[in-house]
């Protein structure tokens, strides 16, 4: 993905949020595409950043976010910032740092390692298909790949299944690798990163108001 970055003379976050004047005065700078993931006590949502400064940032977001004041956000290399929501519409949100943050770290996100997807960890009942059985299982984490699932059952590796749950279409996986009460699943096919961002909102069963 071409890495683009250009300064960003416009009001953008700091024009939306009335209580930041501070983040007016900070150079802003527009990031085309930056995935993220935000962190909460509510659950954790996928994001993308936009543009950023030492002291805000604003994202695209793909529902409704809970109004749990102080957020994490999660890079693809692991790094985090705390941070404050301080508007939503529609599908923007803007955030201010708690402490100033180094605006091109944010930008490139250094890595010594090659860029993983991210991935959201949860609590939410599916069931898994296999073999003409329907097994209940708890999916753990989720990616727009794959998935971890806790399973009292032994599957075999490389075994084709299907995942379903209330929120999520039945996907057809195969089970890449098994530890204890827990196996990986890899997606036959892979979900949009806005699809997946939705169903991470359903799985959560979060009760937010539009």
Known sequence: MRELLRRDNSS?????????????????FTVLIRAAKLISPQGEFLCVIRDVSESGLSARIFHTLPDCGAMMIELQNGDQYEADMVWQEEDRAGFRFRSPVNVARVVEVPSRYSKRAIRLNLQAEAEVIASLQIMPVTIQDISQQGAK????????????????????REIEAKV?????????LIFEETFQFGELARIVCDLQRLNITP
Request: with cysteine; charged share 25%; glycine share 10%.
């Open 176 to 184: 890449r690798w098994r530890r204890g009460g827990q196996c990986g």
């Open 12 to 28: 953008g976050l700091a024009a939306q949020a009335s209580n930041s004047a501070e983040m007016r005065a900070a150079p802003r």
């Open 149 to 168: 699932v806790e399973a009292p059952q032994h599957f075999s590796i490389d075994q084709r299944v299907k995942l379903r749950a209330e929120g999520l």
